[in-house]
């Protein structure tokens, strides 16, 4: 028995290579540039420094203005005790105090070694041209196993693209609605942030604080919940918009290079990103007694919230698509469709032999029988398969035993049309689930007795494939 499998029209090679070619080539370019344009040449960009003394204040702000344009904002203080609380407070990423041939230099090693080794080489370049020496205090020093003050990055991380993994398996899950994916996620956003604080403090990696799993929790959380709320809307980008917000921009913009060494841009990142502000809040409670927490935490929370309002307009959109639909064809306890996530290899849509299945070869998603009006099998009923867009996936027809079958076809409402000469076609509509062979059987009657067949069963049949049926 062979099938004829048509395809939809006006594909070509060029627009398959650059469907297939676009997203790779875009995340190609976004890593390329955005890694080594943030570490290239780290310097000073804009760093906040506090001295003591309006004096002192101008005659630093005038020198580092001639060594680094630009890449210092530089305020007064009272004294020395002024400075050094500026830096603990997270106000300025250095303090500068002297007084006759002595300078204290305050820094913070908790903000970034390469950070504290630029600030330290600078300003010891300055007092030996005062004529001073120069002592340096470290004010939040990093535990011995963080030697380079970046280690909190490499946790974030960790927390941070699992939380976009976690929310392409959930968009798989057809079976969850949006209530019992948003527990899923609350409860492995959980787990992980207790087995990463576990292993960083266990094995001395960051201070034994827990305070930390409040953060680890919100970035997971925050992650998941955005990556999952934009996939209706993003669509086939999703890959590349989830990819793009937590690797492309999100790395580079983190801390791992300290963030006063970053370009103005990379440092305006960190201010919004997920993993920058859970890195800044971080070493907030772990290092500076919970100094500069409360902005990074409003920012997780946004995005958490951001998510959640996108899960709440997919759904009010499902609503009204819902709510055109008459009562008759669409029963009210359908499980939302799933979202289709290109980021996971699917097969293609393929019409199958209708025979017993044997090991090894593909089991049919769609599969039934087709008859006449007097249950007679329909032999060369035409076919058609289309997904809720209406766009063709498959065209077969049916045996001698009017049977047909289906594999490959995408996890979502989907269209059976079943047509053949001489009798009134017929649309079944269907919702697919992974693991679950779907039958669309079909009754087709005569053209000239189409006034006797009864109305039901010339609508559209809108039924939910569950385990088992």
Known sequence: MKHRIEHPRGVSVARVLVETLTIPALLFLGLLFSFPMAFHQPQPHHAKLVIAGPAVERKVDTALARQHPGGFDVTAVTDAGAARRAVLDRDAVAGFAATGRHAVLYVAKANGAALEQALTQGFTQLAAHNHQKLTVTDVAPTVSKDGLGSTLVYFGIAWNVPGYILATTLLRAATFNRRKKLITIACVAGLFSLAGFL??????????????????FLLTTAVATFSLGMAPFVKHFFPLAGLGLYIVLSVPSSGLVPVPLLPRF?????????????????????????????????????????????????AWRHHRMAAGRSAQDEPEDIPEPPVEDPSVEAPAPTALPVHPHHFGEPLPMLEGTVRDGEHQPVRHAAVTVMDAGGRQLVRTTTNAHGEYAVTGLPEEYISVVVSSPGRDPLVHRKLLQSGVAVRADFTLHDRHTR??????????????????S
């Open 451 to 468: 006034t006797s067949v009864p109305a039901t069963a010339q609508h559209l049949d809108l039924e939910h494939a569950r385990h088992g």
């Open 199 to 216: 292993v960083g403090a266990g094995l001395g990696f960051f201070p034994n604080d827990p305070a930390a799993l409040a953060i680890a």
């Open 266 to 314: 990379f440092q305006g990142l960190h201010a919004v990103m997920p993993l920058g502000n859970a890195v800044d809040a971080l070493r907030g409670v772990l290092y500076f007694d919970d100094a500069g927490v409360l902005r990074p935490v409003l920012v997780l929370c946004a995005w958490i919230t951001a998510g959640t309002v996108l899960l709440g307009l997919d």
